[in-house]
Structures are given as structure tokens and as C-alpha cells.
């Protein structure tokens, strides 16, 4: 049975190239759709491919997909923007200047089970936010519930949404819900915002 892979790009060039590409390479084994932010994720999806513009998007309108997610950038991505698409919940990267064979490789992973070390590249933005802010000055704590300073807590220490519901025994819902009453009381618009503003705080 074939896997159906949606695709989710801004640039509709990009899409009908990577979905030919990845048909041909896998001999129809894939099967890929292109869809908008209003129909990017159907039950019968095994992975979704996306910009991180539009995945982060989505994740804004609250539809997280539940099947695996296969971020494409390219080397001029912007860290703010990565960091919330890991926040949120991806499961592996494809450089797409990389050619084909690097995102079929990437997709054939992750229908095999092998995700990226997600974790790993989290770290390193929230340790480089780290070396960039100046920790000295503390902030208020904004009125935060001891559970929002717990899962910003979190944040700061570079976990995604995903495994912070499992740390917390909270569903994923929740905890997004949670993460959109952090930022308005600290105000901010994103995770890497949020980071920056936890860095300087006492969140004990």
C-alpha cells in the first residue's frame, strides 16, 4: 500500500517539483497531495511536508497534525521562525537546496520510525539565546500559574510541546492552550520571544 504524503509549500513551484521528484524516486510506492492551510491534514495522511511559514501557521489556527512532520527549509531560515516549528511539534528537517534524494532519504526515515535528534537542535537555539541575552536582570513573573511557570520552565530548558505534555502528564492541547496564555500575560507572539523573556526570570 502506498503512503500518502501531503505537502504543505507557499511557493506552488516548490510543491509540484518536490511532488514529482518524490512519486518518481519511489517508483508510486508515495503518493503525494498538495493541499492549503484549510485542507493540509486528511485521516488518510502518513506525513505531512511543510515550509516552516506554513506549518507554523497551522499550528497557529490549532491543527497540529497528529501524523509525523518533515520541516523544509532552506540554509537562509530564520532561527526565531525554526525554533517555533520545533516548539511546535516536528519530527524531522530537510534542506530542500539539498536536492531530492536528501528529502526522499528524510521521508523514508521517518516512515521507517528514525526521526532527527529534534532535541538536540532545540538546544543549541536556546543555548545560543542563552550566550545572547543578559541574565542579570530579572523580570516580574507577569501573574503566571505556578503550572505556566512550570511548562515555560520547560520551554527554557528546550523541550517541545510534545514532550512537555508527557512531562507534565498534560494532553498536547492543553499544554498549547496553556503556552497561549503565557505569551499574552508576558507579551510576546512566539516560543524563541518566550525563551528570551524566561532566560531573565525566576521561575522556581
Request: charged share 25%; hydrophobic share 40%.
Given at each position: 500500500?502506498?503512503?500518502?504524503?501531503?505537502?504543505?509549500?507557499?511557493?506552488?513551484?516548490?510543491?509540484?517539483?518536490?511532488?514529482?521528484?518524490?512519486?518518481?524516486?519511489?517508483?508510486?510506492?508515495?503518493?503525494?497531495?498538495?493541499?492549503?492551510?484549510?485542507?493540509?491534514?486528511?485521516?488518510?495522511?502518513?506525513?505531512?511536508?511543510?515550509?516552516?511559514?506554513?506549518?507554523?501557521?497551522?499550528?497557529?489556527?490549532?491543527?497540529?497534525?497528529?501524523?509525523?512532520?518533515?520541516?523544509?527549509?532552506t540554509k537562509?531560515?530564520?532561527?526565531?521562525?525554526?525554533?517555533?516549528?520545533?516548539?511546535?511539534?516536528?519530527?524531522?528537517?530537510?534542506?530542500?537546496?539539498?536536492?531530492?534524494?536528501?528529502?526522499?532519504?528524510?521521508?523514508?526515515?521517518?516512515?521507517?520510525n528514525k526521526?532527527?535528534?529534534?532535541?538536540?537542535?532545540?538546544?543549541?537555539?536556546?543555548?545560543?539565546?542563552?550566550?545572547?541575552?543578559?541574565?542579570?536582570?530579572?523580570?516580574?513573573?507577569?501573574?503566571?500559574?505556578?503550572?505556566?511557570?512550570?511548562?515555560?520552565?520547560?520551554?527554557?530548558?528546550?523541550?517541545?510541546?510534545?514532550?512537555?505534555?508527557?512531562?507534565?502528564?498534560?494532553?498536547?492541547?492543553?499544554?498549547?492552550?496553556?503556552?497561549?496564555?503565557?505569551?499574552?500575560?508576558?507579551?510576546?507572539?512566539?516560543?524563541?520571544?518566550?525563551?528570551?523573556?524566561?532566560?531573565k526570570m525566576?521561575?522556581?
Amino acid at each position: 500500500m502506498a503512503t500518502l504524503i501531503t505537502i504543505l509549500h507557499e511557493n506552488s513551484f516548490v510543491a509540484d517539483t518536490l511532488k514529482w521528484s518524490v512519486e518518481f524516486a519511489s517508483q508510486k510506492n508515495i503518493l503525494c497531495e498538495i493541499a492549503s492551510n484549510k485542507d493540509a491534514i486528511t485521516n488518510s495522511t502518513n506525513l505531512l511536508l511543510a515550509d516552516v511559514t506554513s506549518f507554523n501557521k497551522l499550528c497557529e489556527q490549532d491543527k497540529q497534525p497528529s501524523c509525523p512532520v518533515l520541516l523544509l527549509t532552506t540554509k537562509r531560515i530564520d532561527d526565531g521562525q525554526l525554533a517555533e516549528a520545533l516548539y511546535n511539534g516536528i519530527d524531522a528537517i530537510a534542506d530542500i537546496s539539498n536536492g531530492p534524494a536528501h528529502v526522499l532519504l528524510k521521508i523514508k526515515n521517518l516512515i521507517e520510525n528514525k526521526p532527527d535528534e529534534i532535541q538536540v537542535l532545540l538546544q543549541k537555539i536556546v543555548l545560543s539565546t542563552r550566550f545572547k541575552t543578559n541574565e542579570q536582570k530579572l523580570e516580574p513573573d507577569y501573574g503566571l500559574t505556578p503550572k505556566e511557570k512550570e511548562i515555560l520552565k520547560l520551554m527554557r530548558e528546550a523541550n517541545h510541546l510534545k514532550l512537555i505534555a508527557q512531562l507534565t502528564n498534560t494532553s498536547y492541547e492543553t499544554v498549547r492552550t496553556h503556552v497561549k496564555n503565557i505569551y499574552k500575560k508576558i507579551g510576546v507572539a512566539s516560543a524563541s520571544e518566550a525563551v528570551i523573556r524566561a532566560i531573565k526570570m525566576d521561575l522556581s
